[in-house]
């Protein structure tokens, strides 16, 4: 009887615990929630009006001083951060501030408040207004961003695996809408070395969390995973979208809103083995993510977890399109195999010119001429370098004598006698070797000579070339060719606008000399030619300032950090930047002075992916980014009236600015004055006035007044 009381008792209690459970309207209201999809832009605006309030507010092209962006989590609550230097792409970088805010929709508007209460923002009418401790910080619009890249079309080489009227290439492909899902499918081929174009669409759950919003996931060879996940306003981790899953952070969260169309461009090199089948070298991948480099040259060095194929072979493997519960969607998917490079399509060649008119940098060219067909040796084929070098060594006497303490005077005439016998021999050669230097310029220069090559570099070439023709030259750029500069070649053709206007800048100096260490900021740390340095770093080489320098007609990518380096004037000091000329590229850098700096492996990446940008083998923004050249001019005008005239640099800084941000003309021509200070000249006597300090006062005036 006992025993069956107990029985009894045991089976009451848990079907009373199973009835509690089943009954729970919390969590099955919380699952249904999560449970919330909208794949379709157009629906999700009509159907919840969250879905219009959530997205990126800011500049959408070009850089600012604050961007936002703003995440749904459903029923009205949101989450925004607030990003200092504007976008990701387009300014903030991980080493800049992100504050997040949270708040709710009520009465046509979302008002959010800062975790510790000293930031606010409310979102009405398509903007979101910024306060800080009751001072309106920032007023930013709604922008919608689409990648670069989007609607890239298959080069004629390229295998084809959608185009939105088959799913053929793929095993169990499904096509939902002309749109290809994701519903674990994998290539029938399989695939080595390949630079691939994917667009994906993550759906909106604003309800879900974490990784059940929007996962999915696309695996090279099978193996190696870049995240797809709709991680828009996070933090940017390893398995959020950008991420090599289990491996590597992407430098930057450029994952857009759910609902949008994003891109995926690679670069993947497989792993290496010997004829042993020893592994010898990893798998190498680079991402771009929206058209922003966000892995570089990433080495792999293990499958990921979930991997179809986990383990590392010389075997070539598929592409997978993982399906994990939510309905993301593919389209415009194309490859071109890299180990059919060779064959399929025409190795790039450039035109490599070190012959020099004028100061001669004999050791970093001596450098250069060994450094670069070492790079396309590593290339495997992709660049091929022929050199347009100095038709022996130019004539020269060498340096006129002097005369030692101890010389006698018919020792000292002697050695006068000698150098006057070499000064004739060289003064009777120079033309001839400078014939045959005019000559090689007007047979490489032509037409039909130029014609055989992709690009051109100007490797330290200094002086008044005998260039044929610089608007042909130009010309010849603007149709689709690359040209490449590297540090002299702005000291190059000073008196041919055509050239100096196309390289936006003529060597007026170095007072940062090549025996010094500097500091330099880099704008730009996801775009492909300078990945390779973080936001501020050192570097020993001579850096160079220029007249002719147009800050509308170039984007920015290094400047000299004058509040870190020594001498300190107030103007801005451009150190690399891209810009496109017609339908071409050009790619200019002022390091490369020191022939140390040639064999630094970071410079090799940064000439090698400058190269690659020029040529179109990767992508990274060129429009002009005038903004950057007057705040670096502004902030250099501050540190300069610290030093020289004891002003407080972080109140002028501020000061400076703000009156910029409010008049954007105001701010340019300050650095258009500052910069002025260059050619100004330094009294000799200490007594003169001063016309560098007259003008740095005046300038000062401006920004206090």
């Known amino acids: 009887m006992t025993h069956s009381k107990y029985l009894l008792g045991m089976t009451l209690w848990l079907l009373a615990c199973t009835l509690a459970f089943a009954a729970d309207p919390v969590a099955d209201k919380k699952k249904e929630l999560a449970a919330l999809t909208w794949t379709d832009p157009q629906v999700a605006a009509a159907e919840d009006p969250d879905f219009l309030v959530q997205g990126e507010y800011g500049q959408s092209s070009t850089a600012a001083a604050w961007g936002a962006q703003v995440v749904a989590l459903g029923g009205g609550n949101f989450e925004a951060y607030l ?66 890249t989007l609607g890239a079309k298959p080069p004629a080489n390229a295998v084809v695996l959608f185009d939105g009227t088959s799913a053929d290439a793929w095993h169990d492909g499904k096509i939902e809408n002309g749109l290809l899902a994701n ?62 899953y289990s491996i590597a952070a992407p430098k930057l969260n450029m994952c857009l809103p759910p609902l949008t169309w994003q891109t995926y461009d690679v670069d993947f090199t497989a ?81 490599v010119v070190t012959i020099t008119e004028g100061f001669r940098h004999g050791p970093a060219i001596e450098a250069a001429e060994k ?91 200094t002086g008044d070339l005998p260039l044929p023709d610089g608007g042909g030259l130009v010309n010849w750029i603007s149709q689709g060719k690359a040209f490449i500069g590297m540090h002299a070649a702005t000291d190059t053709l000073k008196a041919m606008p055509p050239y100096f206007e196309m390289i936006n800048g003529s060597f007026a100096g170095h007072p940062w000399g090549a025996g010094g260490t500097y500091n330099f900021i880099n704008h730009e740390p996801t775009h492909p030619v300078v990945a390779m340095f973080p936001s501020e770093f050192q570097w020993k080489d001579e850096i160079y300032q220029y007249n002719h320098f147009n800050p509308a007609s170039v984007h920015v990518l290094i400047s000299l950090d004058m509040a870190k380096s020594k001498p300190q004037f107030p103007y801005h000091v451009p150190v690399a930047w891209v810009r496109n000329v017609g339908a071409g590229r050009l790619f200019y850098t002022s390091l490369g002075h020191n022939a ?18 020029a040529l179109k083998l990767s992508e990274g ?76 006062l005046k300038l000062v005036k401006e920004i206090e007044n």
């Not at 090279?220 to 991680?231: A, I, M, N, P, W």
């Not at 309905?327 to 490859?335: A, D, G, Q, S």
């Not at 002097?402 to 004739?424: G, I, S």
Request: proline share 7%; with cysteine; glycine share 6%.
């Open 596 to 613: 140390e700096s040639w064999h630094n492996d970071t410079y090799q990446q940064h000439i090698m992916a400058g190269i690659r940008w």
């Open 83 to 148: 990003l200092e230097g504007g976008l990701p792409g387009l300014g903030w970088t991980k080493d800049k501030s992100r504050l997040r805010l949270l708040g709710t929709l009520a009465n046509d508007s979302v008002e959010l408040m800062s975790e510790d209460k000293t930031t606010t923002a409310r979102i009405s009418g398509g903007k979101i207004t910024i306060a800080r401790d009751g001072q309106q910080l920032a007023e930013l619009a709604r922008v919608e961003r689409t990648s670069p």
């Open 621 to 696: 923004p060129s429009q002009p980014n005038p903004d950057v050249s007057m705040e670096q001019a502004l902030k250099s005008l501050a540190v300069a009236a610290g030093a020289l005239l004891n002003k407080d640099v972080p109140s002028l800084t501020t000061r400076a600015l703000l009156k910029a941000k409010q008049n954007p003309q105001w701010g340019a021509q300050m650095a258009v004055e500052a910069d002025t200070y260059r050619t100004l000249p330094s009294p000799s006597d200490k007594n003169a006035d001063n016309p560098k300090e007259q003008l740095l």
């Open 183 to 244: 519903n674990d499918i994998a290539t029938k081929q399989l695939f080595t070395d390949y630079t691939l174009h994917i667009e994906f669409r993550t759906p909106y759950k604003p309800y879900a969390r974490g990784q059940g919003r929007g996962n999915s996931g696309i695996y090279h060879q099978g193996r190696y995973e870049t995240q797809v996940l709709d991680s828009f306003g996070l933090e940017g981790k390893m398995d959020e979208t950008g991420g090599l």
């Open 371 to 461: 450094v670069l067909p070492q790079l396309a040796a590593q290339s495997h084929g992709e660049l091929e370098f022929e050199f347009v070098s100095e038709p022996g060594p130019r004539p020269n006497a060498g340096p006129v004598p002097k005369r030692p303490a101890n010389m006698t005077d018919e020792q000292f005439a002697e050695k006068q006698r000698a150098y006057q016998v070499l000064a004739a021999k060289a003064k009777a050669e120079l033309p001839v070797w400078q014939a045959k230097v005019r000559d090689l310029f007007h047979q490489k220069f032509s037409v039909s000579e130029l014609n055989k090559f992709d690009g051109v570099i100007f490797c330290n070439t």
């Open 271 to 351: 792993a290496r083995f010997d004829a042993q089948g020893t592994l010898t070298q990893p798998a190498r991948i680079t991402v771009r993510l929206n058209g922003i480099t966000v892995h570089t040259d990433q080495p792999l060095p293990k499958t990921t977890t979930a991997a179809r194929i986990n383990k590392i072979t010389p075997e070539p493997g598929p592409i997978f399109l993982q399906h994990h519960n939510n309905p993301v969607y593919y389209r415009n998917i194309w490859l071109v195999p890299k180990s059919k490079t060779t064959s399929m399509l025409r190795t790039k060649r450039l035109m």
